[in-house]
Nanobody, 126 residues
Framework: VQLQACGGGLVQPGGFLRLSCVASGRTISIGVMGWFRQALGKEREFVAATRWSDAMTNVADSVKGRFTISRDRVKTTVYLQMNSLKPVDTAVYYC????????????????????WGQGTQLTVSS
């Protein structure tokens, strides 16, 4: 599976943005898709994920209530709607896909995902 993410940019605090990630290739094998982010000098962290079959979602506590993940199975696309953005959200955002159908306890793990996109930069600054 190949992943192409887009939608990053420069946003003012309190603003909103939507990231998109299109999957291509052997998309029939997708079991889960998600987003991770990595801020400068920090480790990559889980942001949100959605199980492909039933759209079950899981969102990191740090973005809960502000970020929403959704998927379009026909377009093989996953979205990350980001509202009320803060400077701490500044990071490179990576789209990821996995072939398993994870349970709640494993959906946040990087090892659940085996395909990664190239990353898109989000900068939240005034």
């Amino acid at each position: 599976v190949q992943l192409q993410a887009c939608g990053g940019g420069l946003v003012q605090p309190g603003g909103f943005l939507r990231l998109s990630c299109v999957a291509s290739g052997r998309t029939i094998s997708i079991g889960v898709m998600g987003w991770f982010r990595q801020a400068l000098g920090k480790e990559r962290e889980f942001v949100a994920a959605t199980r492909w079959s039933d759209a079950m979602t899981n969102v990191a506590d740090s973005v809960k209530g502000r970020f929403t993940i959704s998927r379009d199975r026909v377009k093989t696309t996953v979205y990350l709607q980001m509202n009320s953005l803060k400077p701490v959200d500044t990071a490179v955002y990576y789209c990821a896909a996995g072939t398993t159908r994870p349970i709640l306890s494993t959906i946040r793990r990087e090892t659940t995902f085996d395909s990664w996109g190239q990353g898109t930069q989000l900068t939240v600054s005034s």
